[in-house]
């Protein structure tokens, strides 16, 4: 699906304090400066939060020191995700790392440096910043939703026939904050609410 970036001409504005200017798939896209005010005013948490991680239309996430991957198995091996054990045993976690290297077509699971606590009325989009795509890594689409409190898994995937090697730290993901029409009603309350660091996926009823 393809979203459209739309300008609008009549004024808006974010709860009647902040101003905004475009429209994200209908719903509108906040600005730096509506970020820096919702940051301040303690509606959206970010922690540690720093001011240069705010950029034009978004902020800028950190990586964290862990990262865990797929545990190697013979080849007519079948995970059924709806299977605890299953789910527990395919993946090796690793904390405290100084450095993360993702093999060649291998897919990783990562995490924010930042936690993040999102108010009743913003959801996110996740992103990889470009660069790191340009270079052959792949982040694939990633809502987080209005009512969300926590650490963001990142669930990446080396395109690229070489190793890549990554440092908790660095500039890696972009969220785009995006106002709901209302407040949403239920808020998410979910598996992965309050995760900090990597979170593995859970079991599939």
Not at 168 to 187: E, L
Request: hydrophobic letters at 35%; glycine letters at 8%.
């Amino acid at each position: 699906m393809v979203l459209h970036i739309k300008h609008i001409t009549a004024p808006c504005t974010y709860l009647n304090k902040f101003s905004c200017k475009t429209k994200y798939g209908g719903a509108m896209i906040l600005s730096d400066f509506d970020l820096s005010n919702a940051i301040k005013g303690r509606r959206l948490i970010v922690k540690p939060f720093h001011k240069e991680s705010i950029r034009e239309n978004g902020l800028d996430l950190r990586l964290d020191n862990e990262m865990a991957r797929h545990k190697e198995f013979d080849s007519d091996y079948i995970l059924d995700p709806t299977k605890e054990e299953h789910v527990k045993g395919s993946y090796s976690v690793q904390k405290k790392l100084k450095e993360i290297v993702i093999n060649g077509n291998e897919q990783v699971l990562l995490s924010t440096y930042e936690y993040l606590g999102m108010p009743d009325d913003l959801m996110g989009f996740v992103e990889l910043r470009s660069t790191w795509a340009r270079h052959g890594l792949s982040l694939p689409p990633t809502i987080i939703d209005a009512g969300f409190q926590g650490n963001i898994t990142l669930e990446v995937i080396n395109k690229a026939p070489y190793k890549i090697k990554l440092r908790p730290g660095q500039r890696f993901a972009h969220i785009i904050f995006a106002k709901t029409t209302s407040r949403v009603s239920n808020a998410y309350s979910g598996k992965y609410n309050g995760q900090r660091g990597v979170r593995l996926p859970k079991v599939i009823s």
